[in-house]
């Protein structure tokens, strides 16, 4: 049985996350830890998800329970509390699922160093779809070459701090990839003003808020004559969930290292 211990548990994401390794047969949640202030602290970990008492309460700080822990959770707003928590799993030798997005690039450098030690899967989207989706598109954008424009566009919902997601630049990363193109070179952000008429080398990234969606992902192949979409769509923060769940798994056995949901899928 591999005990849990869940980083940011009174956020909407994790409280799906704790409900799906309270139901795996192969996996315990033993722990949640919130920031200082934050009214779940003290209170009992099932009480705060909604699966009434289990004896463990949330604690404002990881240090306190990471020895009675294998596997630990981290999807934090802001980022850096996902820093200190790699900080002290890597300490104590814990493998780690990261899901945090925002991160700035030296908060990702200090997280990298942080668990270098342990296995670590580390993905701004858990969903096995969105996974499978990142490698058509690479392979869709080889095929495709560079006669065809690459356009991505992400709609999430109203409270969602970070744009554009952590998904969408994964695709636009994975387009670049395919396109043998640097995205620090070629990406662009939304558009506004007379900007000129579009280059061939650049990949659109662009965001959209609105209401309650749970996450929109297409990726456009614009070509002359014809229009090809890849498409991903979240009805339920579950399909995250899931594939959380299955990471926890992955990493519990896994050498130390940084892998992502491709390798937990297999398809690296």
């Given amino acids: 049985m591999t005990k849990v211990a869940i980083v940011g548990i009174g956020g909407r994401m994790c409280g799906r996350i704790a409900h799906l390794v309270h139901e795996a047969e192969d996996q315990d949640l033993t722990g949640g830890v919130e920031s200082a202030g934050n009214e779940a602290v003290g209170r009992d970990l099932g009480e705060v998800i909604g699966i009434g008492k289990t004896g463990h309460h949330v604690v404002d700080?990881?240090?306190?329970?990471?020895?009675?822990t294998d596997v630990v959770?981290?999807?934090?707003?802001?980022?850096?509390?996902?820093?200190?928590?790699a900080e002290i799993a890597g300490a104590a030798r814990k493998p780690m699922i990261i899901g945090t997005t925002g991160l700035s690039s030296e908060q990702?450098?200090?997280?990298?160093?942080?668990?270098?030690?342990?296995?670590?899967?580390?993905?701004?989207?858990?969903?096995?779809?969105?996974?499978?989706?990142?490698?058509?598109?690479?392979?869709?954008?080889?095929?495709?070459?560079?006669?065809?424009?690459?356009?991505?566009?992400?709609?999430?919902?109203r409270f969602k701090a970070d744009a554009p997601s952590g998904t969408a630049l994964a695709l636009a990363e994975s387009a670049a990839r395919?396109?043998?193109?640097?995205?620090?070179k070629v990406g662009v952000y939304g558009r506004?003003?007379?900007?000129?008429?579009?280059?061939?080398e650049e990949i659109g990234i662009h965001a959209l808020r609105a209401g309650d969606i749970v996450g929109e992902h297409t990726v456009t192949f614009g070509g002359i004559g014809e229009t090809v979409q890849i498409l991903h769509r979240a009805q339920s923060r579950d399909t995250f969930a899931v594939g959380v769940v299955r990471a926890i798994r992955y990493a519990a056995q896994a050498d130390a290292g940084m892998y992502n949901m491709r390798d937990v899928l297999g398809i690296g």
Wanted: with cysteine; aromatic share 4%; proline share 5%.
């Fill in 61 to 68: 700080n990881l240090e306190t329970i990471v020895g009675a």
């Fill in 192 to 200: 506004h003003g007379d900007m000129g008429a579009r280059t061939q």
């Fill in 108 to 157: 990702v450098d200090a997280m990298t160093a942080a668990v270098s030690n342990v296995p670590c899967v580390f993905a701004p989207n858990f969903s096995i779809g969105v996974t499978v989706m990142t490698k058509l598109v690479e392979d869709a954008a080889r095929i495709l070459g560079h006669e065809y424009d690459v356009e991505v566009v992400e709609t999430h919902h």
């Fill in 73 to 85: 959770v981290a999807f934090t707003a802001p980022p850096d509390g996902t820093v200190t928590a």
């Fill in 178 to 184: 395919g396109l043998e193109r640097d995205l620090n």
